[in-house]
Protein backbone atom coordinates (compact mmCIF):
# COMPACT_ATOMS: atom_id res chain seq x y z
CA UNK A 1 0.00 0.00 0.00
CA UNK A 2 1.01 3.46 -1.00
CA UNK A 3 1.01 6.18 1.81
CA UNK A 4 0.32 9.48 -0.29
CA UNK A 5 0.61 12.89 1.36
CA UNK A 6 -0.03 15.63 -1.15
CA UNK A 7 -2.32 16.71 -3.63
CA UNK A 8 0.11 16.34 -6.71
CA UNK A 9 1.31 13.01 -5.83
CA UNK A 10 -2.52 12.09 -5.64
CA UNK A 11 -3.80 14.01 -8.92
CA UNK A 12 -0.41 12.06 -10.54
CA UNK A 13 -1.43 8.70 -9.84
CA UNK A 14 -5.17 9.36 -10.17
CA UNK A 15 -4.54 10.38 -13.77
CA UNK A 16 -2.03 7.82 -14.80
CA UNK A 17 -4.96 5.40 -13.59
CA UNK A 18 -7.16 6.86 -15.78
CA UNK A 19 -5.07 7.13 -18.85
CA UNK A 20 -4.66 3.34 -18.26
CA UNK A 21 -8.48 2.86 -18.01
CA UNK A 22 -8.38 1.41 -14.27
CA UNK A 23 -10.77 2.00 -11.98
CA UNK A 24 -11.00 3.40 -8.77
CA UNK A 25 -13.42 2.84 -5.82
CA UNK A 26 -12.74 5.58 -3.17
CA UNK A 27 -13.84 5.49 0.35
CA UNK A 28 -13.36 8.86 2.53
CA UNK A 29 -12.62 8.41 5.93
CA UNK A 30 -11.85 10.53 8.96
CA UNK A 31 -9.74 7.59 10.06
CA UNK A 32 -9.81 5.66 13.55
CA UNK A 33 -11.25 3.18 11.42
CA UNK A 34 -13.51 0.41 12.89
CA UNK A 35 -15.04 -2.54 11.35
CA UNK A 36 -17.87 -0.18 9.39
CA UNK A 37 -14.98 1.79 7.45
CA UNK A 38 -13.76 -1.42 6.86
CA UNK A 39 -16.72 -2.74 5.09
CA UNK A 40 -17.04 0.17 3.10
CA UNK A 41 -13.55 -0.76 1.61
CA UNK A 42 -14.35 -4.26 1.51
CA UNK A 43 -17.47 -2.53 -0.71
CA UNK A 44 -15.24 -0.62 -2.56
CA UNK A 45 -13.11 -3.64 -4.34
CA UNK A 46 -15.82 -5.88 -4.60
CA UNK A 47 -16.99 -2.72 -7.01
CA UNK A 48 -13.82 -2.04 -9.04
CA UNK A 49 -12.99 -5.99 -9.03
CA UNK A 50 -9.70 -7.56 -8.89
CA UNK A 51 -7.66 -5.02 -11.43
CA UNK A 52 -9.24 -1.80 -10.26
CA UNK A 53 -7.86 0.48 -7.59
CA UNK A 54 -9.09 1.31 -3.95
CA UNK A 55 -8.34 4.85 -2.80
CA UNK A 56 -8.81 5.54 1.33
CA UNK A 57 -8.60 8.90 2.62
CA UNK A 58 -7.87 9.73 6.29
CA UNK A 59 -8.42 13.36 6.98
CA UNK A 60 -10.12 15.16 9.82
CA UNK A 61 -11.73 17.67 7.94
CA UNK A 62 -11.80 20.88 10.28
CA UNK A 63 -14.39 22.81 7.81
CA UNK A 64 -17.38 20.13 8.93
CA UNK A 65 -16.85 20.90 12.50
CA UNK A 66 -18.43 24.01 14.52
CA UNK A 67 -16.89 26.16 16.74
CA UNK A 68 -17.88 24.29 19.85
CA UNK A 69 -17.50 20.45 18.40
CA UNK A 70 -15.23 18.00 19.08
CA UNK A 71 -12.31 18.99 16.16
CA UNK A 72 -9.63 19.25 18.28
CA UNK A 73 -10.01 16.37 20.59
CA UNK A 74 -11.53 14.00 17.95
CA UNK A 75 -9.72 10.58 17.96
CA UNK A 76 -6.65 9.83 15.32
CA UNK A 77 -4.52 6.61 15.56
CA UNK A 78 -3.13 6.84 11.73
CA UNK A 79 -0.26 4.63 12.63
CA UNK A 80 -3.89 1.90 13.75
CA UNK A 81 -5.33 2.68 10.41
CA UNK A 82 -2.83 2.04 8.01
CA UNK A 83 -2.21 -1.43 9.50
CA UNK A 84 -5.89 -1.99 9.19
CA UNK A 85 -6.15 -0.10 5.42
CA UNK A 86 -3.04 -2.30 4.58
CA UNK A 87 -4.77 -5.13 5.64
CA UNK A 88 -7.82 -5.13 3.88
CA UNK A 89 -6.07 -4.68 0.59
CA UNK A 90 -6.28 -0.81 0.19
CA UNK A 91 -3.94 0.55 -2.89
CA UNK A 92 -3.17 3.61 -1.98
CA UNK A 93 -4.26 5.95 1.42
CA UNK A 94 -4.51 9.60 0.99
CA UNK A 95 -3.68 11.68 4.68
CA UNK A 96 -3.01 15.14 3.48
CA UNK A 97 -2.80 17.49 6.39
CA UNK A 98 -4.66 21.10 7.07
CA UNK A 99 -2.11 22.79 4.45
CA UNK A 100 -2.74 20.57 1.69
CA UNK A 101 -6.00 20.84 1.47
CA UNK A 102 -7.33 24.11 2.48
CA UNK A 103 -3.55 26.37 1.47
CA UNK A 104 -4.13 30.00 1.79
CA UNK A 105 -1.37 30.59 -1.06
CA UNK A 106 0.10 33.51 1.27
CA UNK A 107 -3.39 35.76 0.04
CA UNK A 108 -4.94 35.36 3.61
CA UNK A 109 -7.49 32.52 3.14
CA UNK A 110 -9.39 29.50 1.70
CA UNK A 111 -12.68 30.95 0.24
CA UNK A 112 -14.65 28.85 -1.98
CA UNK A 113 -17.47 26.56 -0.12
CA UNK A 114 -19.91 23.81 -1.74
CA UNK A 115 -23.24 24.31 -0.36
CA UNK A 116 -26.16 22.04 -1.07
CA UNK A 117 -29.40 23.86 0.37
CA UNK A 118 -32.24 21.14 0.11
CA UNK A 119 -31.27 17.93 1.48
CA UNK A 120 -28.87 19.09 4.24
CA UNK A 121 -31.37 21.84 5.82
CA UNK A 122 -32.79 19.62 8.84
CA UNK A 123 -31.69 16.93 11.06
CA UNK A 124 -27.64 17.32 10.99
CA UNK A 125 -28.09 20.41 9.10
CA UNK A 126 -30.29 22.43 11.83
CA UNK A 127 -27.95 21.15 14.65
CA UNK A 128 -25.01 21.65 13.31
CA UNK A 129 -25.24 24.68 11.23
CA UNK A 130 -22.15 24.73 8.41
CA UNK A 131 -21.98 20.96 8.93
CA UNK A 132 -22.60 19.63 5.34
CA UNK A 133 -21.17 22.98 3.54
CA UNK A 134 -17.87 21.17 4.92
CA UNK A 135 -18.91 18.11 4.09
CA UNK A 136 -19.71 19.06 0.82
CA UNK A 137 -16.42 20.72 0.06
CA UNK A 138 -14.17 18.80 1.18
CA UNK A 139 -15.40 16.03 -1.02
CA UNK A 140 -15.58 17.79 -3.62
CA UNK A 141 -12.31 18.39 -3.37
CA UNK A 142 -11.22 15.16 -2.79
CA UNK A 143 -13.23 13.87 -5.70
CA UNK A 144 -11.57 16.19 -7.30
CA UNK A 145 -8.14 15.04 -6.28
CA UNK A 146 -8.63 11.60 -6.30
CA UNK A 147 -11.07 11.40 -9.57
CA UNK A 148 -12.72 7.91 -8.60
CA UNK A 149 -15.17 6.03 -10.44
CA UNK A 150 -16.74 4.81 -7.55
CA UNK A 151 -17.00 6.35 -4.08
CA UNK A 152 -18.73 4.98 -0.86
CA UNK A 153 -20.43 6.22 2.10
CA UNK A 154 -21.96 4.35 4.83
CA UNK A 155 -25.62 4.81 6.00
CA UNK A 156 -24.91 5.30 9.64
CA UNK A 157 -24.74 9.18 8.27
CA UNK A 158 -27.94 8.89 5.87
CA UNK A 159 -28.71 12.28 5.63
CA UNK A 160 -24.51 12.65 4.53
CA UNK A 161 -25.64 9.95 1.61
CA UNK A 162 -28.25 12.24 0.51
CA UNK A 163 -26.81 15.33 0.17
CA UNK A 164 -23.56 13.68 -1.45
CA UNK A 165 -25.60 12.03 -3.85
CA UNK A 166 -27.51 15.18 -4.65
CA UNK A 167 -24.10 17.32 -4.83
CA UNK A 168 -23.07 14.51 -7.35
CA UNK A 169 -25.81 15.04 -9.49
CA UNK A 170 -26.49 18.37 -9.37
CA UNK A 171 -22.38 19.13 -10.09
CA UNK A 172 -22.15 16.54 -12.35
CA UNK A 173 -19.68 14.67 -10.76
CA UNK A 174 -18.75 11.23 -12.76
CA UNK A 175 -19.26 8.73 -9.97
CA UNK A 176 -21.05 6.60 -8.86
CA UNK A 177 -22.14 6.78 -5.30
CA UNK A 178 -22.27 3.69 -3.09
CA UNK A 179 -24.14 3.12 0.19
CA UNK A 180 -22.85 0.82 2.67
CA UNK A 181 -24.93 -0.79 5.41
CA UNK A 182 -24.37 0.54 9.02
CA UNK A 183 -22.84 -2.15 10.77
CA UNK A 184 -23.63 -2.93 14.11
CA UNK A 185 -21.90 -3.97 17.60
CA UNK A 186 -23.85 -7.10 19.08
CA UNK A 187 -25.98 -4.91 21.39
CA UNK A 188 -27.12 -3.18 18.71
CA UNK A 189 -25.09 0.41 18.79
CA UNK A 190 -23.62 1.58 15.48
CA UNK A 191 -20.28 1.75 15.22
CA UNK A 192 -18.65 5.21 15.00
CA UNK A 193 -15.49 6.55 15.94
CA UNK A 194 -16.88 8.59 18.45
CA UNK A 195 -18.09 5.48 20.40
CA UNK A 196 -14.37 5.85 22.07
CA UNK A 197 -15.72 8.70 23.72
CA UNK A 198 -18.17 7.21 26.27
CA UNK A 199 -17.67 6.42 29.71
CA UNK A 200 -18.45 2.98 31.05
CA UNK A 201 -22.07 4.03 32.00
CA UNK A 202 -22.63 6.04 28.97
CA UNK A 203 -21.64 3.00 26.90
CA UNK A 204 -23.52 0.79 28.63
CA UNK A 205 -26.86 2.72 27.96
CA UNK A 206 -25.87 4.04 24.73
CA UNK A 207 -27.78 0.38 22.71
CA UNK A 208 -30.83 2.90 23.46
CA UNK A 209 -30.40 4.64 20.26
CA UNK A 210 -31.24 1.40 18.34
CA UNK A 211 -33.71 0.25 20.69
CA UNK A 212 -35.57 2.92 20.12
CA UNK A 213 -35.42 2.25 16.04
CA UNK A 214 -36.53 -1.37 17.28
CA UNK A 215 -39.93 0.22 19.59
CA UNK A 216 -40.55 2.43 16.52
CA UNK A 217 -40.64 -0.29 13.77
CA UNK A 218 -42.66 -2.27 16.81
CA UNK A 219 -45.40 0.56 16.79
CA UNK A 220 -45.51 1.25 12.87
CA UNK A 221 -45.79 -2.86 12.66
CA UNK A 222 -48.68 -3.00 14.61
CA UNK A 223 -50.77 0.24 13.46
CA UNK A 224 -53.52 -0.49 11.74
CA UNK A 225 -53.32 3.05 10.03
CA UNK A 226 -50.84 5.59 9.44
CA UNK A 227 -49.51 7.14 13.29
CA UNK A 228 -49.35 10.60 14.19
CA UNK A 229 -46.01 11.78 13.49
CA UNK A 230 -46.05 14.41 16.23
CA UNK A 231 -47.36 11.74 18.98
CA UNK A 232 -44.90 9.08 17.98
CA UNK A 233 -41.90 11.37 18.55
CA UNK A 234 -43.15 12.39 21.84
CA UNK A 235 -43.57 8.38 22.42
CA UNK A 236 -39.77 7.82 21.64
CA UNK A 237 -38.36 11.34 23.00
CA UNK A 238 -39.98 9.74 26.65
CA UNK A 239 -38.02 6.39 25.44
CA UNK A 240 -34.50 7.42 24.62
CA UNK A 241 -34.51 11.13 26.80
CA UNK A 242 -35.61 9.02 30.14
CA UNK A 243 -32.47 6.78 30.15
CA UNK A 244 -30.00 8.43 32.41
CA UNK A 245 -27.62 11.02 31.08
CA UNK A 246 -29.38 11.22 28.09
CA UNK A 247 -30.57 14.22 26.43
CA UNK A 248 -32.44 13.83 22.98
CA UNK A 249 -31.28 16.19 20.03
CA UNK A 250 -33.26 15.74 17.63
CA UNK A 251 -35.85 12.56 16.23
CA UNK A 252 -37.23 13.46 12.65
CA UNK A 253 -39.42 11.04 10.46
CA UNK A 254 -39.13 11.44 6.71
CA UNK A 255 -39.40 10.41 3.30
CA UNK A 256 -36.53 8.31 2.42
CA UNK A 257 -35.41 9.60 -0.93
CA UNK A 258 -36.47 13.27 -1.24
CA UNK A 259 -35.71 13.54 2.92
CA UNK A 260 -39.15 15.58 2.92
CA UNK A 261 -40.39 15.87 7.02
CA UNK A 262 -43.85 13.74 7.44
CA UNK A 263 -46.61 14.07 9.28
CA UNK A 264 -47.82 10.44 9.35
CA UNK A 265 -45.46 7.78 9.88
CA UNK A 266 -46.18 4.21 7.83
CA UNK A 267 -44.21 1.43 7.20
CA UNK A 268 -41.29 2.74 4.58
CA UNK A 269 -41.20 6.32 6.76
CA UNK A 270 -37.57 6.88 7.49
CA UNK A 271 -36.20 7.81 11.49
CA UNK A 272 -32.98 9.33 12.39
CA UNK A 273 -32.32 10.66 15.77
CA UNK A 274 -29.60 12.20 17.37
CA UNK A 275 -29.09 12.44 21.72
CA UNK A 276 -26.06 13.50 23.54
CA UNK A 277 -25.10 10.67 25.87
CA UNK A 278 -22.70 12.94 28.47
CA UNK A 279 -21.11 14.96 26.08
CA UNK A 280 -20.47 12.33 23.33
CA UNK A 281 -23.40 12.83 20.99
CA UNK A 282 -24.50 10.23 18.62
CA UNK A 283 -26.87 9.61 15.74
CA UNK A 284 -28.49 6.59 14.18
CA UNK A 285 -31.55 6.40 11.54
CA UNK A 286 -33.32 3.28 10.02
CA UNK A 287 -36.39 2.21 8.26
CA UNK A 288 -39.65 1.89 9.54
O1 LIG B 1 -18.29 10.62 7.07
C1 LIG B 1 -17.15 11.11 7.27
O2 LIG B 1 -16.28 10.49 7.87
C2 LIG B 1 -16.84 12.50 6.75
O3 LIG B 1 -17.95 13.32 6.83
C3 LIG B 1 -16.25 12.51 5.33
C4 LIG B 1 -17.23 11.98 4.31
C5 LIG B 1 -14.98 11.68 5.30
C6 LIG B 1 -15.88 13.95 4.93
O4 LIG B 1 -14.95 14.50 5.80
Given at each position: ?11 R ?40 K ?23 D ?13 D???V ?42 V ?44 VR ?6 M?S ?22 A ?5 K ?44 R ?18 G??
Amino acid sequence: MRIVTTVSAMRRQARRWRQSGIRVGFVPTMGCLHEGHLSLIERARKAVGACGKVVASVYVNPAQFGPFEDYSRYPRDLERDISLTRAAGVDVLFVPDDREMYPTNGDGSFSTYVIEDSVAAGMEGASRPHHFRGVTTVVAKLFNIVLPDIAIFGRKDYQQTAVVRRMVRDLDFPIRVIVGPTVRERDGLAMSSRNRYLSVQERERAPAMFETIRLAREVVRKASAPLSAGQLRRRLIQFLGGQPGVRVDYVAFFDPDSLRVVQRVRRGTHLALAAFFGKTRLIDNGRL
